[in-house]
C-alpha cells in the first residue's frame, strides 16, 4: 500500500489557515502544519526525505516569502511549492514564477489542491466531494455570463483570479466567438477596478480616423463639424479598463500611437497640443494569428510584447464539448426570460445531436441556434438542421437508441439538473453575503445554515470572499 503523501502547510493558525487545513483532511494525506519559515526548516532538517508538497499560506505574500522559498529551492530543486492569498502583486507573480512556485487565489477549492497533486506525480485522489463543483457560472455586465465545465476553461478561471490583480495588458485569443470579451468582463470584474467602467472598442469596425478620435477625443474645432470637445474612450475608462477587440485589425499608424500610450500613459486629443495623463488597464483581443502577423510585418511586434504581459487563449467549443449541455440550458433560460416566452426543454436527442456538431461559429453559433429553437420550438427541425451540418463536416451521425440514454460521455438529465441547482444556490449565497457585507456569520444566520457549512459553499462555488463575486 503507498505511504500518504505528505503535505506541509507553512502558515500561523488563522482562519485562512484553517481553510485550507480542513480542505485536504477530508483526504488521506499526512498532514503538518509549522507556522512560520524559521519552522519549516526546522522540521524539513529532521526528515530523511522531504514532503511531497509544500503549501506556503503566509498573511501576507511578499518578499519574506519569496526569499523563503528561494531558500528551500535551493536545498529541494524538485520539491513543489505553493502559495496561497487573497491578492498577489504583478512583481510577486513574476518572481514565484522563477521560483517555480504555484500561485493559488484563496478560497481554493478542491479542483486547485488536485492539480498540485497530481503535479507531484503522486495519484492520490482527493477525497470523494460533491460533483457540484463540476460546473461554475459568474455573472457578467450586460446579461453576459462566465460558464466553466471543462478542465481548459476551469483552467482560464483559475490563471484569471492569478492575473486580474496584475494591472498589466492581457492579450486574449480565440476563434470568432469563444467567448473572448466575457472572458475581459471576468477579468475587469475581479479587479480592482471593478467598480471603474470597461469600455469595448471594435478596432476592425472603424477607419483610421474614427478610430483615433473615438479612443483619444477630439477638441473643438480639430475638423469640420467638431463644434465642441468630445473625450474618447481613454478618457472615460480612467482608472478603469479598455478592451481593444479585434486589435490584429488595428492600422500601423493607430499601432503607433497606442504603442505610445502604453509606454507613457499619455496621448493627445485631435487638435490639442496638450497630453492627457490617464490610468487605464488595456485588454486587447483578437482572432488572427498574431505570430503570423508579425512575420507578415502587419502589426508590431514591439506592440505585440508590450500587449502580452499575460496570455490567455480560449480553446473553441468543439474542443470543450462537455461544456454545450450546461450552454444549452443557461442560453434557453436566459433568452426565455429576456423575450418573456416559455423556457424550452433540451432533449436527450437535441443534445445528443449539439454534440457531434462541431459550431464553427462557437458561442455566437450556439446561441443563435438557441434562439431559432426557442421561437420555432420544433425539436424534430432542430435536430434535422445539426443532422445535415454534421453530414456537412463529414461526421458519422450516431443515431438516437429509443427508450434508452443516449451515450453522452460527459453529462445527463441529473446533471443538468444539479447544473441549475448550483446556478440557484450560488445566486442566493453570494446576494446574501452582499447584503450583510460578506460578513460571513451573519450570512449564515440569514440562511438558517452553520458557519462551517457556509464556508464549505463559499469554498465549493469558488465565490470571492472579498466581495467582488
Not at 490584429?248 to 490639442?272: C, I, W, Y
Not at 490617464?278 to 502589426?299: P, Q
Not at 446556478?423 to 446574501?432: F, G, L, P
Request: aromatic letters at 6%; proline letters at 6%.
Amino acid at each position: 500500500m503507498n505511504t500518504p503523501l505528505q503535505i506541509l502547510i507553512v502558515g500561523e493558525q488563522t482562519e485562512a489557515t484553517d481553510d485550507v487545513a480542513s480542505l485536504l483532511r477530508v483526504s488521506t494525506f499526512d498532514l503538518i502544519c509549522v507556522p512560520n519559515s524559521a519552522e519549516c526548516v526546522a522540521y524539513l532538517s529532521q526528515l530523511s526525505a522531504p514532503p511531497g508538497l509544500i503549501l506556503w499560506n503566509p498573511a501576507t505574500a511578499d518578499g519574506h516569502t519569496l526569499v523563503a522559498i528561494r531558500s528551500l529551492r535551493a536545498s529541494f530543486p524538485q520539491l513543489p511549492m505553493a502559495v496561497t492569498g487573497y491578492r498577489f502583486d504583478p512583481p510577486f507573480i513574476d518572481e514565484a514564477a522563477k521560483s517555480g512556485a504555484f500561485l493559488l487565489m484563496m478560497p481554493i477549492s478542491p479542483q486547485d489542491i488536485q492539480r498540485l497533486i497530481d503535479h507531484t506525480g503522486r495519484k492520490t485522489p482527493l477525497a470523494e466531494t460533491p460533483a457540484t463543483s463540476a460546473v461554475y457560472i459568474e455573472e457578467l455586465q450586460n446579461d453576459k455570463f462566465f460558464l466553466a465545465a471543462s478542465p481548459a476553461m476551469h483552467g482560464i478561471l483559475s490563471t484569471v483570479n492569478i492575473i486580474a490583480s496584475a494591472d498589466v495588458p492581457v492579450l486574449i485569443t480565440g476563434e470568432t466567438g469563444v467567448g473572448k470579451e466575457v472572458v475581459a468582463q471576468l477579468l475587469h470584474h475581479r479587479s480592482s477596478r471593478a467598480q471603474r467602467p470597461m469600455l469595448k472598442v471594435n478596432c476592425a469596425a472603424l477607419p483610421n480616423d474614427l478610430l483615433e478620435s473615438e479612443l483619444f477625443g477630439f477638441e473643438a474645432g480639430a475638423f469640420t463639424g467638431a463644434t465642441k470637445a468630445k473625450p474618447g474612450r481613454f478618457d472615460l475608462c480612467d482608472k478603469g479598463t479598455i478592451l481593444l477587440d479585434e486589435i490584429g485589425e488595428m492600422s500601423p499608424l493607430m499601432q503607433a500611437k497606442l504603442l505610445h500610450v502604453l509606454q507613457d500613459g499619455e496621448f493627445a486629443r485631435l487638435g490639442s497640443r496638450s497630453t492627457t495623463k490617464v490610468d487605464v488597464r488595456v485588454i486587447a483581443a483578437t482572432n488572427i494569428d498574431m505570430e503570423k502577423s508579425i512575420s507578415d510585418r502587419s502589426f508590431r511586434e514591439d506592440l505585440y510584447y508590450r500587449l502580452s504581459v499575460f496570455v490567455l487563449h480560449i480553446p473553441p467549443l468543439r474542443e470543450r464539448r462537455q461544456e454545450i449541455p450546461y450552454l444549452l440550458h443557461e442560453m434557453s433560460r436566459r433568452m426565455a426570460i429576456s423575450f418573456q416566452v416559455e423556457p424550452v426543454v433540451m432533449s436527450k436527442n437535441l443534445i445528443a445531436a449539439s454534440l457531434q456538431y462541431n459550431w464553427a461559429g462557437n458561442l455566437r453559433e450556439l446561441g443563435n441556434f438557441v434562439k431559432r429553437y426557442l421561437f420555432l420550438r420544433d425539436e424534430t427541425a432542430a435536430v434535422v438542421e445539426l443532422e445535415s451540418k454534421i453530414m456537412q463536416q463529414g461526421v458519422t451521425i450516431v443515431p438516437p437508441v429509443k427508450n434508452s440514454e443516449p451515450e453522452l460521455s460527459i453529462v445527463g438529465l441529473k446533471s443538468m439538473v444539479r447544473a441549475t441547482k448550483i446556478t440557484t444556490e450560488t445566486q442566493m449565497i453570494r446576494d446574501v453575503l452582499r447584503q450583510n457585507r460578506w460578513n460571513r456569520r451573519m450570512a449564515a444566520d440569514q440562511l438558517k445554515i452553520s458557519y462551517k457549512a457556509l464556508l464549505y459553499k463559499i469554498r465549493e462555488y469558488e465565490l470571492d470572499i472579498t466581495g467582488v463575486a
